[in-house]
């Protein structure tokens, strides 16, 4: 019975062991035997084309970013790059910092002139109406020494325009109507009358 027993664990280990080997030989017949082939023929080819596939091998590890390894000098040099391009772009942020001060100044400047100008443009529109506003009691105090003129005898208004400037005569006699002229006129004497029918042709 023992002797049965222990024949039976003889035989499963067997079988156990050729289980095993057989794995193994087909991993070494299927993969590691085709692999090794392959890799040698490669290399074959790079050697008749004159490529050395160890030095193309460093290459394309050094293009991988976490594989690619630096000198020491390179990487100095990139820093130092790096650190004068921060400069640079530090100078250029406080020379754009300048600039917009200058600009807001500028607004400043030229709202306060704005605002000085729009005072001055009201005190002027102040002045236009005042003038305006004088020119009409002018006018109207015209026609009011006109409508007197009008009023008076000629006896009495021709000796009175004859004392004012030639300008001021000129310009009453001129807004008087045709027969209140003819009167004045003939009260005068023939050298003013005369003098002032030149004037108001003219």
Request: net charge negative; aromatic share 6%; charged share 30%.
């Amino acid at each position: 019975m023992a002797k049965a027993k222990k024949k039976k664990e003889v035989e499963s280990v067997e079988v156990q062991e050729k289980g095993s080997a057989g794995f193994f030989q087909i991993l070494l017949a299927w993969i590691i035997i085709p692999l090794m082939f392959t890799t040698a023929v490669v290399l074959i080819i790079a050697k008749v084309a004159d490529v050395n596939v160890f030095d193309q091998a460093k290459e394309w590890t050094s293009k991988v970013p976490f594989l690619e390894e630096k000198a020491p000098d390179e990487q100095a040099e990139g820093d130092l790059i790096l650190e004068e391009r921060v400069i640079s772009l530090q100078a250029e942020i406080q020379e754009k910092e300048a600039q917009l001060f200058e600009v807001q100044d500028e607004l400043t400047k030229v709202k306060d002139s704005n605002e000085t100008l729009e005072i001055e443009k009201e005190k002027l529109n102040e002045e236009i109406e005042k003038l305006k506003l004088a020119q009409s009691e002018t006018k109207r105090d015209f026609k009011e020494i006109i409508t007197t003129y009008e009023q008076m005898s000629a006896k009495s208004a021709a000796p009175v325009i004859t004392k004012m400037g030639d300008a001021e005569a000129v310009q009453i006699l001129s807004s008087l109507k045709p027969a209140t002229l003819a009167a004045i006129l003939e009260k005068m004497s023939p050298e003013e009358a005369a003098k002032y029918t030149t004037m108001l042709t003219k």
